[in-house]
Antibody, heavy 121, light 107 residues
Framework: EVQLLESGGNLVRPGESLRLSCEAS????????MSWVRQAPGKGLAWVSG????????FYTDSVKGRFTISRDNSKNTLYLQMNSLRVDDTAVYYC??????????????WGRGTLVTVSS | ENVLTQSPGTLSMSPGERATLSCRAS???????VAWYQQKPGQAPRLLIS???SRATGIPDRFSGSGSGTDFTLTISRLEPEDFAVYYC????????FGGGTKVEIK
């Protein structure tokens, strides 16, 4: 059974940094691309960033380019999201999502339960 | 960016009825790369459909997807009590974008 467990969410002030982690189990981690998808309170889903199976390809939505960095440690079956220069509109539940394919984000067949990031002064 | 518009925003239905949810893209979706997800309150989304019409593993056959180009549809043939939820479409033909969601509520 695929399991994805996010951690690292917290309350931070605008301009601060935070690193999210996602521990994966139940599948061959480095065979699949992984992504972060967020959901602001009471709003819909928004893809944030993705990384290919070996980590060589990284992809970002425009609003986080230059501020967020996605990475993975396949020896630890763990996905990360380093978030710098956080803004109030980054406030959301951040979901870790397993892709169906290896090299590029497509669609997501498994999701974690999410971790809440709140950016507020 | 390929913007997805879902309609209606809310669908008020009774158990046993047929529900039809629409997802319209601002540009043609490459290879009909559209997925549908179901999300219940306080839960993560669950994949229902990929490639516009392929049901995910374990998804009941009352869920079906159709469409091509810019217009896509999710149909629930007979609503069960557990189907009342929010549904999102997503395109992955050009980067990735989600629609705003359709809430299926009990009438």
């Amino acid at each position: 059974e695929v399991q994805l467990l996010e951690s690292g969410g917290n309350l931070v002030r605008p301009g601060e940094s935070l690193r999210l982690s996602c521990e994966a189990s139940g599948f061959t981690f480095d065979n699949y691309a992984m992504s972060w998808v967020r959901q602001a309170p009471g709003k819909g889903l928004a893809w944030v960033s993705g990384v290919s199976g070996r980590g060589g390809g990284t992809f970002y939505t425009d609003s986080v380019k230059g501020r967020f960095t996605i990475s993975r440690d396949n020896s630890k079956n763990t996905l990360y999201l380093q978030m710098n220069s956080l803004r109030v509109d980054d406030t959301a539940v951040y979901y870790c999502a397993k892709d169906n394919r290896y090299n590029y984000p497509y669609f997501f067949d498994s999701w974690g339960r999410g971790t809440l990031v709140t950016v507020s002064s | 960016e390929n913007v997805l518009t879902q309609s209606p925003g809310t669908l008020s239905m009774s158990p046993g009825e047929r529900a039809t949810l629409s997802c319209r893209a601002s540009q043609s979706v490459n290879s009909n790369y559209v997925a549908w997800y179901q999300q219940k309150p306080g839960q993560a989304p669950r994949l229902l459909i990929s490639g516009a019409s392929s049901r995910a593993t374990g998804i009941p056959d009352r869920f079906s997807g159709s469409g091509s180009g810019t217009d896509f549809t999710l149909t629930i043939s007979r609503l069960e009590p557990e189907d009342f939820a929010v549904y999102y479409c997503q395109q992955y033909g050009s980067s990735l974008t989600f629609g705003g969601g359709t809430k299926v509520e009990i009438k």
